[in-house]
């Protein structure tokens, strides 16, 4: 990590929403009406209820991109920079400094920026004076449309940056993560906006719009927590299995946990789908629950990749997990894993996903637990070994290497 590049980057963002903000007041004013009061207490709401969220793949669900896009539509430029100078420090539980300064400097931009594209689009600000549905959606539907995915390019621009200053992802990698896992929820927030705007002014209810899309909006989330916590419970079925593994082979403790993350890195800076990446990091987590099978003397007695005795744990392992439902797509990469050092056909012919737990795997008991002898190598040691091995037209090993450089830079934050 590099933290004077993070805080200068974090105080550039900052400066530049108040100062956006700032000058959209000084070109319009700011007129303080009941849109405008309404807007800052959903802000405020948003903050209340806080954000859902899904830490194995990045997804969340947050009001706060509702109140911002309808904030563009209701009360312009100035008011939607207003709105995400609240918005942005508004986060619940510890955050630190320079994420909320970050954020704060960032929702104001896009409120402001927002707000900017929307009326370039021919948007109306309150969609006031419209007098049927075909206008309705010509200016203000339209608008909210353009304004929603500009923004939220925007926002995938500035986020990536600064997750490429911090950890050392590329941008292109982060803004593909996030457009996949995230893009459909923003477009999702543009529609209930619009929906907002449609029914504060060109129907006339004002106010009372809100009462009628907050009781949906509060279901959507209820269901999502629901999910939420599902996915909670699968990741701590992943950690009771890796205790197992732990108590049966001490030796491996933190082994399943950086295999793990060497396999996401890795899966990641390879371009590879959410989904995917989900699966080949449960893999990494349980590449060695088949030992738990094995006698305990067997297993601390003899190295993988040595003992004939360990030959075949990744097929035991494979048919323990086979019939876990959100761990099908595990199922290959665990039960293979370790032929994907295979070189020419043998490796060639395995699935992405056991080639690179398999590589993350070795490289980890090179480095880390130890080879058959008991030496731990070097970095240029492993990768030596590893050159030779790996299989052939494959892109892993410069994968491997971005994987460690991340890794680094995530336990340097």
């Known amino acids: 990590m590099r933290p004077s590049a993070v805080s200068v980057f974090v105080a550039v963002v900052f400066t530049a929403g108040l100062g956006a903000t700032a000058a959209a007041i000084r070109i319009d004013g700011l007129v303080i009406d009941v849109a405008l009061a309404v807007l800052v207490v959903l802000a405020v709401l948003t903050w209340w209820q806080g954000s859902i969220g899904l830490t194995t793949n990045s997804v969340s669900l947050s009001f706060s991109s509702?109140?911002?896009?309808?904030?563009?539509?209701?009360?312009?430029?100035?008011?939607?920079?207003?709105?995400?100078i609240l918005v942005g420090?508004?986060?619940?539980?510890?955050?630190?400094?320079?994420?909320?300064?970050?954020?704060?400097?960032?929702?104001?931009?896009?409120?402001?920026?927002?707000?900017?594209?929307?009326?370039?689009?021919?948007?109306?600000?309150?969609?006031?004076?419209?007098?049927?549905?075909?206008?309705?959606?010509?200016?203000?539907?339209?608008?909210?449309?353009?304004?929603?995915?500009?923004?939220?390019?925007a926002n995938l621009l500035l986020i990536a940056a600064v997750v490429r200053l911090a950890q050392g992802v590329p941008v292109?990698?982060?803004?593909?993560?996030?457009?996949?896992?995230?893009?459909?929820?923003?477009?999702?927030?543009?529609?209930?906006?619009?929906?907002?705007?449609?029914l504060w002014e060109p129907v006339g209810l004002g106010p009372a719009g809100v009462v009628l899309v907050l009781p949906p909006l509060l279901v959507a989330r209820w269901a999502f927590a629901q999910y939420s916590e599902e996915v909670k419970g699968h990741e701590r079925a992943l950690g009771v299995l890796v205790g197992a593994v732990e108590s049966k082979a001490p030796h491996l403790t933190g082994h399943s946990a950086r295999v793990a993350q060497l396999s996401v890195h890795m899966a990641e800076s390879l371009g590879l789908r959410?989904?995917?990446?989900?699966?080949?990091?449960?893999?990494?987590?349980?590449?060695?629950?088949?030992?738990?099978?094995?006698?305990?003397?067997?297993?601390?007695?003899?190295?993988?990749?040595?003992?004939?005795?360990?030959?075949?744990?990744?097929?035991?392992?494979?048919?323990?997990?086979?019939?876990?439902?959100?761990?099908?797509?595990?199922?290959?990469?665990?039960?293979?894993?370790?032929?994907a050092l295979g070189s020419g056909a043998e490796g060639a012919a395995l699935g992405l996903a056991a080639l690179v737990v398999g590589l993350a795997d070795e490289y980890d008991l090179l480095t880390e637990v130890g080879t058959p002898d008991g030496r731990v190598l070097t970095h240029d040691e492993a990768m030596a070994i590893l050159r030779a091995r790996s299989p052939r037209d494959h892109d892993l090993l410069p994968a491997l290497e971005q994987a460690l450089v991340r890794r680094a830079n995530v336990g340097g934050a």
Do not use: C
């Open 66 to 84: 509702i109140v911002l896009v309808a904030s563009m539509a209701l009360v312009g430029p100035a008011g939607a920079g207003i709105v995400g």
């Open 274 to 339: 959410p989904a995917v990446v989900a699966d080949i990091r449960a893999a990494g987590m349980l590449h060695d629950l088949g030992l738990t099978t094995l006698p305990t003397a067997t297993v601390r007695r003899e190295s993988i990749g040595a003992g004939a005795s360990l030959r075949d744990y990744p097929q035991r392992g494979a048919r323990l997990v086979q019939e876990v439902s959100f761990l099908a797509g595990s199922v290959d990469a665990v039960a293979h894993h370790r032929e």
């Open 172 to 198: 292109r990698t982060q803004i593909w993560r996030m457009l996949v896992t995230s893009g459909p929820n923003q477009l999702g927030y543009g529609v209930i906006a619009f929906i907002l705007v449609v």
């Open 89 to 153: 420090p508004l986060q619940r539980g510890k955050q630190p400094w320079r994420a909320r300064l970050f954020n704060t400097g960032m929702f104001a931009l896009l409120g402001v920026f927002g707000a900017v594209v929307y009326r370039a689009a021919g948007g109306v600000v309150g969609g006031a004076g419209l007098p049927g549905p075909w206008e309705i959606v010509r200016a203000v539907g339209f608008p909210i449309l353009v304004a929603d995915v500009v923004q939220a390019l």
